[in-house]
Nanobody, 121 residues
Framework: QVQLVESGGGLVQPGGSLRLSCAAS????????MGWYRQAPGKERELVAK???????NYADSVKGRFTISRDNVKNTVYLQMNSLKPEDTAVYYC???????????????WGQGTQVTVSS
């Protein structure tokens, strides 16, 4: 069974920084992509940033230049460094991974439990 465990959320003032981490554990054979989505109250879940295999990261236009996604393939961990945070970044942030396990016949989509990020003075 695969688990995605997130950490690093919290309350920060506008202009501040936070770093989110997400570690995938279980019988993982291969990782296709890892990334972050977010969902604000009353809004749909949206992509924040994603790393797909060896390709360059993808970012939502709203976070380009402020957020940086990185990945440790050995640890199956993905990070999201968030700088210059704005109140509109407030949301629950979800880790996402597309993984192949030793127990499945193909890649499957997995989600973390979510971590709250609140940007407020």
């Amino acid at each position: 069974q695969v688990q995605l465990v997130e950490s690093g959320g919290g309350l920060v003032q506008p202009g501040g920084s936070l770093r989110l981490s997400c570690a995938a554990s279980g019988r993982i054979r291969s990782t296709n992509s890892m990334g972050w989505y977010r969902q604000a109250p009353g809004k749909e879940r949206e992509l924040v940033a994603k790393i797909i295999s060896v390709f360059s990261p993808n970012y939502a236009d709203s976070v380009k230049g402020r957020f940086t996604i990185s990945r440790d393939n050995v640890k199956n961990t993905v990070y999201l460094q968030m700088n210059s945070l704005k109140p509109e970044d407030t949301a629950v942030y979800y880790c996402n991974a597309v993984l192949l396990t030793y127990d499945s016949g193909g890649y499957s989509n997995y989600w973390g439990q979510g971590t709250q990020v609140t940007v407020s003075s």
